[in-house]
């Protein structure tokens, strides 16, 4: 019987494969795309109208978390625009109430990792960085698989990831499109390895500085 | 018997595709469902942190709010220069002690005044931003589908004369508070950071309405120089 032979072999390498492809952070959290209680599109908002990441999410730069806006930020404009369109229904019964909207949490890290959002963008981490073109999507989606391995990937080489802080919420900025930056570097990596070294950073990789 | 062991050899092949067929769709497409969890750890511990809900509350909210008509410890605002633009119940006309009008001032409030203003009031501020035009343009249409009741205002020119005269108090009090259509900006905006955007709203409304002699004499000589515009190439 060989072929039993040759099943009971490959079986081991199977299941290797198929966990290492199939339960991968890719697989299980790339990709989810909840559906909101409001249809808010990041496409229009920040894509279209070009509004500043930071217009909402004001406490990205002082604080560990981006926090979503209340009802409140939207109503700045929405008080006007569209008062009568039923997708916003949600958004009306929460202003009248007082009762918060219920948005769906779209990218999460285990409740013992604790990130914080302006020790990265303060140093030129740009939202892109984990978050992808969301001013290219219609519903907020989560393009990153956000697990330790691929945030130490960063932490080990942040040349190319890192850029100037005045310009960390301009999602489309590319190196290569920088006619100053392509003046002075070669590189992305040589431009990110100089503002590494004038803003002094140095990722750290120790376990308590995401585990306390 | 050959025949027998072909079969269940092929059948185990086929069955064993299938996990990788459902892994590679999981890997290639979005999906609305929560996220698979196969390992749960302590990633959801019960413990509330910003934002998390709290089913104990009617409202939800974790995080409570404050009590109506009680004042944080430090929070009591005293200092009506500072906090609220009035100085013996008028508007103030100068800067409180704790804004130190230079130039870090003006930076910081330019780029706070590109965030939060130029939605509506656009970057030179003659109240021609992206959301006035978007609202213009949907308001424009006549297929009421589309309008879904919307209605603008234009939002105000900061070079009109009624707004550049007004004291500074007074504009810092519009961006605290709001002012007819516009909301107060208060809670988005912190007060240091709004006495910044003051700073720059004077210095952007020096810049629409300047002349040749606020120049210093020595810079007066370079102007011809100075290009506006990136010509084509």
């Known amino acids: ?212 | 018997m050959i025949k027998v062991v072909i079969f269940i050899v092929t059948v185990v092949i086929t069955v064993a595709m299938i996990p990788l067929a459902l892994a590679a769709t999981a890997r290639s497409m979005s999906t609305k469902k929560p996220r698979i969890h196969f390992v749960q750890d302590m990633d959801n511990q019960p413990k509330f942190r910003a934002q998390h809900s709290n089913d104990l509350f009617l409202d939800g909210r974790a995080m409570r709010p404050p009590v109506a008509g009680t004042v944080a410890r430090g929070n009591l605002k005293e200092d009506s220069h500072y906090n609220l633009g009035v100085v013996n119940d008028a508007w103030a006309t100068t800067f409180p002690a704790q804004v130190r009008v230079d130039m870090d001032l003006l930076q910081r409030g330019r780029a706070r005044f590109n965030i939060y203003c130029t939605p509506c009031h656009g970057y030179a501020g003659y109240g021609d931003g992206m959301v006035n035009k978007r609202a213009q343009e949907i308001l424009e249409n006549s297929d009421p589908a589309v309008v879904k009741g919307s209605t603008w205002v234009q939002p105000k020119s900061l070079h009109e004369q009624l707004i550049s005269e007004q004291p500074i108090g007074q504009l810092f009090n519009t961006i605290t508070n709001g002012v007819r259509t516009m909301s107060g900006y208060a809670a988005q905006i912190p007060l240091a950071d709004r006495w910044a955007i003051v700073a720059y709203v004077k210095a952007l409304q020096k810049s629409q309405d300047a002349n040749l002699n606020d120049l210093p004499a020595d810079q007066r000589r370079d102007l011809p120089t100075i290009k506006l515009f990136k010509e084509p190439n």
């Open chain 1, 1 to 212: 019987m060989p072929s039993v032979g040759i099943l009971g072999a490959a079986a081991p390498v199977y299941a290797f494969f198929l966990v290492s492809y199939g339960f991968s952070p890719i697989a299980t959290d790339v990709g989810y795309q909840p559906e909101q209680p409001v249809p808010y599109s990041h496409r229009i908002h920040v894509g279209q109208l070009g509004i500043d990441c930071r217009y909402c999410h004001n406490t990205v730069e002082v604080a560990a978390k981006a926090a979503i806006p209340p009802t409140q930020t939207c109503m700045n404009c929405h008080t006007q625009v569209y008062k009568e369109s039923i997708n916003l229904t949600a958004l009306f019964d929460s202003y009248a109430t007082g009762m918060p909207v219920k948005w769906k949490r779209v990218h999460d890290l285990p409740d013992y990792a604790y990130f914080n959002h302006s020790a990265h963008v303060n140093r030129g981490v740009s939202c892109v960085e984990c978050h992808g073109r969301v001013d290219k999507m219609e519903e907020i989606k989560q393009e990153k698989p956000l697990n330790m391995g691929w945030c130490l990937d960063c932490h080990r080489k942040p040349q190319g990831r890192v850029r100037d802080p005045l310009t960390v919420t301009d999602l489309g900025w590319r190196f290569e499109d920088d006619s100053a930056a392509k003046a002075q570097f070669k590189t992305f990596e040589d431009y990110s390895e100089f503002w590494l070294k004038h803003n002094n950073i140095s990722p750290s990789q120790d376990c308590s500085t995401c585990h306390r």
